[in-house]
């Protein structure tokens, strides 16, 4: 199995570094999930688009119950 890096992005302006990660963390906690991501892997970074109804149905599936993912 691979690793990936996976980084999301949300300008933010703030007084503070502080500030600015509060703000991106009360966003994340309060709104809707980010469909834009930068993955970085071992060789190569690609910028994937979410469709926001497949990513739901896909996070509502146990994946870790398919032997497959062991």
Request: aromatic residues 8%.
């Amino acid at each position: 199995m691979s690793t990936f890096t996976v980084t999301t992005t949300l300008k933010i302006e703030a007084d503070t570094a502080e500030e600015a990660a509060l703000l991106m963390y009360r966003a994340l906690s309060r709104g809707s999930v980010p469909n834009h991501y930068l993955v970085t892997g071992e060789t190569t970074a690609t910028t994937v688009v979410l469709d926001r109804e497949k990513a739901d149905e896909y996070a509502v599936i146990d994946h870790t119950a398919d032997p497959g993912n062991w």
